[in-house]
Each structure stands twice: as C-alpha cells, then as structure tokens.
C-alpha cells in the first residue's frame, strides 16, 4: 500500500513549509553544537588559567589552546548567523502570510 496502513494518502508539502522545517533544524543543530562549543571553550578556559596548566604537557597545552582560539572566533560567526537565520524565518512568516491572504 503506496497510501500507507489504513490506505491513507499522504500530503505533499508546501515549498514554504519545506523551507521552514530545513530552517528550523538547522537553527536548532546549531544551537545545540554552539552550546557544546561554549563548554568546551568554558572548559578549555578553566583548564588554561586555573591549577591544571602546572599538570600539562606542551601538546597538551597547544591543543587547548587551539581549541580556544578556534572557538573563539567561531563565537563571533554564530553571531552573524543567527542574523541571517532570523532574517529568513521573517520573509518565510511574511510570504507565507501573503499566501494565505491572497484570494
């Protein structure tokens, strides 16, 4: 059965509800991995500047720090980002709008 179980059939999707769905789990998987980011960097920090750096070998200590500096620079990106996501989510909200509006 093409319909599925019960034979029902399914709907296709609006081109705007595709959009919409692709915009929210993209922004939330960033969400999620900049929430990560900002642990690791928190940790890095922590293990950099607190007692741990007496314990550390150079390779060590050069991987965090690495870390850091990428995570800090990948902070100030998300930034832009998320503009750009919210400006998307707002033409998608207004176009679908109009849509529904329009005899």
């Keep these: 059965m093409a319909g599925g179980a019960r034979g029902e059939r399914r709907t296709a999707l609006r081109p705007d509800q595709v959009i919409f769905k692709v915009v929210t789990g993209t922004t939330f ?3 999620a991995v900049t929430g990560l980011g900002y642990l690791a960097l928190s ?3 922590v ?5 741990f750096v007496t314990v550390l070998q150079k390779k060590d200590f ?3 720090t690495v870390i850091s500096m ?3 620079a990948r902070s100030v990106n998300v930034l832009y980002f ?5 400006v998307v989510y707002i033409i998608i909200k207004y176009s679908t709008q109009v849509l529904h509006n329009t005899p």
């Design 82 to 86: 998320r503009i750009f996501i919210s």
């Design 62 to 64: 050069w991987s965090i």
């Design 43 to 45: 940790w890095s920090t």
């Design 29 to 31: 998987l960033l969400m």
């Design 70 to 72: 990428i995570q800090a």
């Design 47 to 51: 293990v950099l500047l607190g007692a």
